[in-house]
């Protein structure tokens, strides 16, 4: 099943007035399925918090690798993200 299929399928049976979406993804945020959230009413609170963060690292010999891949996708209608200390 392509992840389009998939999100479609879950936005039939999810109630989007709710916080629906967060976690790993794998994903950036400018990708196709975070563009198809947004259009479906919902909001990227990593984006509107900190649009650079990382929420992936890697390691290696000499450099540190980092994406944000990561998103917490949230529907304005039912909660308001405070902004951190």
């Given amino acids: ?3 389009w299929r998939k999100c479609g399928a879950f936005s039939t049976r999810a109630n989007l007035k709710r916080p629906s979406l967060m976690g790993d993804f794998n994903d950036s945020p400018g990708s196709l ?4 959230l947004e259009a479906q009413g919902l909001r990227n609170a990593l984006m509107e ?5 990382p929420t992936w690292r890697w390691k290696t010999s000499g450099i540190t690798l980092s994406r944000q891949m990561d998103h917490i996708f949230y529907s304005p209608s039912s909660i308001a993200p405070r902004p951190g200390d």
């Fill in 49 to 53: 918090a900190d649009a650079n963060a």
């Fill in 1 to 3: 099943m392509t992840v």
């Fill in 33 to 36: 399925v975070a563009e198809w």
